[in-house]
């Protein structure tokens, strides 16, 4: 698997890591985005299928108990315009406390809830006709009569309904501490297998990232060391990385061009040694011809025929120096240019991975901003379940206060004696309705905890879910100062390519310069062939010739001396 990633491209090996850097942050944004559903359906089931239906009730208990007032006050009310307006009141309190019922059994309810409300409305209509019977013998002046019908009958089935509150209450307050451990539990269980996704998910992307990374920085600095070596003078060095990537292709290239150059300077080397070669035979020559000069007339023929092999030699010199010239200048000049192209696009391809790498942080820095925004409407939530709780602290006051206030009625009434006994009555009540107020309120008290406890769970996957965020964007940061490194040296390598080509130049001004000095040899030699014709009678001009011959030798030894020394500065 190894062996064919180093086999793909460079553009593929960056699109491949970051396609899956970004297919890790959707996984871990889906698994977020499902935990925040599933808390949001559990608070939205609180809400609404155990909240509305307690506040629900606490209204139909207030009221009842309002309405029970409302019965004892009429009963002891002797203004009969007064009496009709109690009694119109409580009328209307007993249509509200119905259309109570009704709104309950509208609400999304459990088996054992519909049970219990079928048996309220059924008993409901029983006391509807106590209450207004009840009313009816008030109207009519009978309050004791009235007073006892409603203690035998309409208390009992009031006492009947209010138990069915009761098992309402206690009903409610099950199914929110059912629904509110099973959150906890998904939340729990949801949060560790998110935790170990994420691990797993960094592990694997933390893994790709330096097996690409390896991928890239080793061979490029092999083809480092190689040039660097090459710039010090070595052509003997080999990439050796045969892969068909670009870095491979950029290897293999750089290798032909090594063994080119190697080439060349071997070749340079023997031509070098046949010009030395050649220069000593001229020397000797010349030597030679300058000691016989008296005997020049004798020797004419001998010495046509060895200028004539002179320029023979040097023809065959300056056309291996014209060859030579042109194909160090043709040769090397392309294979430098396809390195730097490679180079070139290396480095494109680098800066575009690295483009890449930003745009995959800036999608990591847009999902912290939803989480955050979430997170907020959360918090918003639990801010107004405060605000209940609230509320419902100052209806535990009102019922503590209504108690006190009946305990003291109760207290005045004992001391008025026979004609506080209705008083007593009425207080006793009013005590009771301040008793069910205090339950209820308490019991609402308990679903708000219950809801804010939910909520403070959702706040705390939140932050987790956020650290996480936070932690992908920072590991994808890191790949990106990766990819900067990688720019760095695909640029010295270029740098480096830049210096190759100067010493290549400098190696064709040598060889230009060898090429005109052999070409003045071949000057003099020509010069020499022709005065040899008439060297009976140019003697002098013979003399003459070979001191010029004796120069153009010395300065030819001078440039092969100093390409000699150029060249021992390579390694072939």
Same mark, same amino acid.
Not at 281 to 303: G, K, Y
Not at 371 to 385: F, T, V
Not at 523 to 539: K, R
């Given at each position: 698997?190894?062996?064919?990633?180093?086999? !793909?491209?460079?553009?593929?090996?960056?699109?491949?890591?970051?396609?899956?850097?970004?297919? $890790?942050?959707?996984? *871990?944004?889906?698994?977020?985005?499902?935990?925040?559903?599933?808390?949001?359906?559990?608070?939205?089931?609180?809400?609404?299928?155990?909240?509305?239906?307690?506040?629900?009730?606490?209204?139909?208990?207030?009221?009842?108990?309002?309405?029970?007032?409302?019965?004892?006050?009429?009963?002891?009310?002797?203004?009969?315009?007064?009496?009709? &307006?109690?009694?119109?009141? *409580?009328?209307?309190?007993?249509?509200?406390?119905?259309?109570?019922?009704?709104?309950?059994k509208e609400t999304r309810l459990s088996p054992e809830e519909e049970v219990l409300i079928n048996s309220m409305l059924s008993i409901y209509p029983k006391?509807?006709?106590?209450?207004?019977?009840?009313?009816?013998?008030?109207?009519?002046?009978?309050?004791?009569?009235?007073?006892?019908?409603?203690?035998?009958?309409?208390?009992?089935?009031?006492?009947?309904?209010?138990?069915? @509150?009761?098992?309402?209450?206690?009903?409610?307050?099950?199914?929110?501490?059912?629904?509110?451990?099973?959150?906890?539990?998904?939340?729990?269980?949801?949060?560790?297998?998110?935790?170990?996704?994420?691990?797993?998910?960094?592990?694997?992307?933390?893994?790709?990232?330096?097996?690409?990374?390896?991928?890239?920085?080793?061979?490029?600095?092999?083809?480092?060391?190689?040039?660097?070596?090459?710039?010090?003078?070595?052509?003997?060095?080999?990439?050796d990385y045969a892969y068909a990537d670009e870095i491979g292709q950029t290897a293999q290239a750089i290798d032909r061009m090594l063994h080119t150059l190697?080439?060349?300077?071997?070749?340079?080397?023997?031509?070098?040694?046949?010009?030395?070669?050649?220069?000593?035979?001229?020397? !000797?020559?010349?030597?030679?011809?300058?000691?016989?000069?008296?005997?020049?007339?004798?020797?004419?023929?001998?010495?046509?025929?060895?200028?004539?092999?002179? !320029?023979?030699?040097?023809?065959?010199?300056?056309?291996?120096?014209?060859?030579? /010239?042109?194909?160090?200048?043709?040769?090397?000049?392309?294979?430098?240019?396809? @390195?730097?192209?490679?180079?070139?696009? *290396?480095?494109?391809?680098?800066?575009?991975?690295?483009?890449?790498?930003?745009?995959?942080?800036?999608?990591?820095?847009?999902?912290?901003?939803?989480?955050?925004?979430?997170?907020?409407?959360?918090?918003?939530? &639990?801010?107004?379940?405060?605000?209940?709780?609230?509320?419902?602290?100052?209806?535990?006051?009102?019922?503590?206060?209504?108690?006190?206030?009946?305990?003291? /009625?109760?207290?005045?009434?004992?001391?008025?004696?026979?004609?506080?006994?209705?008083?007593?009555?009425?207080?006793?009540? @009013?005590?009771?309705?301040?008793?069910?107020?205090?339950?209820?309120?308490?019991?609402?008290?308990?679903?708000?905890?219950?809801?804010?406890?939910?909520t403070a769970h959702a706040v705390h996957s939140m932050q987790r879910t956020t650290n996480e965020v936070t932690n992908g964007a920072t590991a994808v940061?890191?790949?990106?100062?990766? $990819?900067?490194?990688?720019?760095?040296?695909?640029?010295?390598?270029?740098?480096?390519?830049?210096?190759?080509?100067?010493?290549?130049?400098?190696?064709?001004?040598?060889?230009?310069?060898?090429?005109?000095?052999?070409?003045?040899?071949?000057?003099?030699?020509?010069?020499?062939?022709?005065?040899?014709?008439?060297?009976?009678?140019?003697?002098?001009?013979?003399?003459?010739?070979?001191?010029?011959?004796?120069?153009?030798?010395?300065?030819?030894?001078?440039?092969?001396?100093?390409?000699?020394?150029?060249?021992?500065? $390579?390694?072939?």
């Open positions: 698997m190894i062996e064919k990633l180093r086999n !793909v491209s460079v553009g593929k090996k960056l699109s491949l890591l970051i396609g899956s850097l970004i297919l $890790f942050v959707a996984i *871990a944004n889906a698994m977020s985005i499902n935990v925040l559903n599933t808390i949001t359906k559990n608070t939205d089931q609180i809400l609404e299928d155990r909240l509305v239906p307690s506040i629900i009730l606490g209204s139909y208990a207030s009221l009842n108990q309002y309405l029970h007032v409302k019965i004892l006050e009429d009963m002891l009310e002797s203004d009969l315009q007064k009496s009709r &307006n109690i009694e119109k009141e *409580a009328l209307e309190t007993l249509e509200k406390n119905k259309q109570h019922l009704a709104a309950y006391y509807t006709d106590a209450v207004t019977h009840t009313l009816e013998l008030t109207s009519d002046n009978k309050n004791q009569e009235a007073y006892e019908f409603f203690k035998t009958k309409g208390l009992t089935i009031l006492e009947e309904m209010d138990k069915l @509150v009761d098992d309402l209450y206690e009903l409610n307050i099950q199914l929110a501490e059912q629904v509110s451990e099973e959150s906890s539990k998904e939340a729990s269980n949801t949060r560790s297998l998110l935790i170990f996704i994420t691990i797993l998910l960094m592990a694997i992307g933390a893994f790709l990232g330096i097996a690409f990374a390896r991928m890239i920085i080793r061979p490029l600095k092999k083809v480092s060391e190689v040039m660097k070596k090459t710039e010090e003078g070595d052509f003997t060095q080999k990439v190697n080439g060349f300077t071997k070749q340079i080397a023997e031509a070098t040694q046949q010009i030395t070669v050649s220069s000593e035979q001229l020397n !000797v020559s010349t030597s030679q011809t300058s000691t016989a000069s008296e005997h020049i007339a004798a020797n004419a023929q001998e010495v046509a025929e060895g200028t004539e092999y002179q !320029v023979q030699l040097v023809e065959e010199a300056t056309e291996s120096l014209n060859k030579m /010239a042109q194909k160090t200048n043709v040769v090397i000049t392309s294979q430098v240019a396809s @390195v730097g192209e490679a180079v070139g696009y *290396a480095s494109q391809k680098s800066m575009e991975g690295n483009q890449a790498i930003e745009a995959a942080v800036c999608q990591m820095q847009s999902i912290h901003r939803v989480i955050s925004n979430l997170e907020h409407a959360i918090q918003g939530l &639990n801010k107004r379940s405060s605000e209940i709780e609230q509320i419902v602290d100052v209806i535990s006051e009102i019922g503590k206060q209504t108690n006190l206030l009946a305990l003291n /009625a109760t207290i005045e009434a004992a001391r008025a004696g026979e004609h506080g006994r209705g008083f007593i009555v009425v207080a006793d009540e @009013v005590r009771k309705l301040a008793e069910q107020s205090a339950n209820s309120a308490k019991r609402i008290g308990e679903l708000i905890n219950a809801i804010q406890d939910e940061g890191e790949v990106g100062k990766l $990819f900067e490194e990688i720019q760095t040296s695909v640029d010295e390598v270029a740098n480096q390519i830049k210096n190759v080509t100067s010493s290549v130049h400098s190696m064709t001004l040598d060889a230009e310069k060898i090429q005109s000095a052999v070409q003045s040899i071949n000057d003099a030699a020509l010069h020499s062939s022709s005065g040899s014709q008439n060297i009976s009678a140019a003697t002098q001009e013979q003399l003459v010739s070979m001191e010029e011959i004796s120069a153009s030798t010395g300065i030819l030894s001078q440039i092969v001396a100093d390409l000699r020394t150029q060249l021992n500065k $390579f390694k072939v």
